[in-house]
């Protein structure tokens, strides 16, 4: 079975400053995607940036890339220049076409963000 | 685009009584599926339907179940409600399933 692990359980950044979230995962599938979602105290679970597999490049969104490494079955997030509004709990997931639509959480890692 | 969209957002219940829980799927996105997060548990993957077919389900009891329409939408259903059964259920969709799904804003369920 596939699994998700996030070391860090709480993170901290001071405003402006670039932080990186870290995530391993388990699989012995070729095809897969990955996620990164935020979800803030209002609780909607927001996706951040995606990552397919078979795609060496790394995943870039503004502020937020990733550190993708396959072999080393390691995805980790970096927000750069980060704003109050980044405090959330961040999840990694795990998804491919064989597990279906079920996407696999790690346990999250919870950011804050320091003026 | 309007996104994903669950009704009731909040719902309060007693331990024995059912709740039904409804998700409406951005527009063009044919699968549904559903988690529960606790502070115990985390998100978990209860199930998904796809073109009103419960395409993949997750490990739990069979007082869960759920149903999709043929204009997507999906609705969840819990009867004989237990204490444990209080959660965030987030409902989301996508296209295909096994790629980028979107998130609606969750039910708080409350069981007492």
């Known amino acids: 079975a596939q699994t998700v692990t996030q070391s860090q359980p709480e993170m901290s950044v001071q405003e402006a400053e670039t932080v990186t979230l870290s995530c391993t995962y388990d699989?012995?599938?070729?095809?897969?995607?990955l996620f990164w979602y935020k979800q803030p105290p209002s609780r909607q679970m927001i996706l951040v940036i995606r990552q397919e597999a078979y795609k060496q490049q790394n995943a870039t969104e503004n502020r937020f890339s990733v550190n993708f490494q396959k072999a080393a079955k390691s995805f980790s997030l970096k927000i750069s220049d980060s704003q109050l509004g980044d405090a959330a709990m961040y999840f990694c997931?795990?998804?491919?076409?064989?597990?279906?639509?079920?996407?696999?959480f790690g346990e999250g890692t919870q950011l804050t963000v320091n003026p | 685009k309007a996104g994903v969209t669950q009704t009731p957002r909040y719902l309060i219940k007693t331990r024995g009584q059912q709740v039904t829980l409804s998700c409406s799927p951005i527009?063009?996105?044919?699968?549904v599926s559903w988690y529960q997060q606790t502070p115990g548990q985390g998100l978990q993957f209860l199930f998904e339907y796809f073109s009103e077919t419960q395409r993949n389900k997750g490990n739990f009891p069979g007082r869960f179940s759920g149903r999709q329409f043929s204009n997507s939408r999906s609705e969840m259903n819990v009867s004989t409600l237990e204490l444990g059964d209080s959660a965030l259920y987030l409902c989301?969709?996508?296209?295909?399933?096994?790629?980028?799904?979107?998130f609606g804003p969750g039910t708080r369920l409350t069981v007492l």
């Open positions: 527009s063009g996105h044919r699968s």
């Open positions: 989301a969709s996508s296209t295909q399933g096994w790629n980028e799904q979107f």
């Open positions: 699989t012995s599938e070729s095809d897969y995607y």
């Open positions: 997931a795990y998804v491919s076409e064989t597990s279906g639509s079920r996407l696999t």
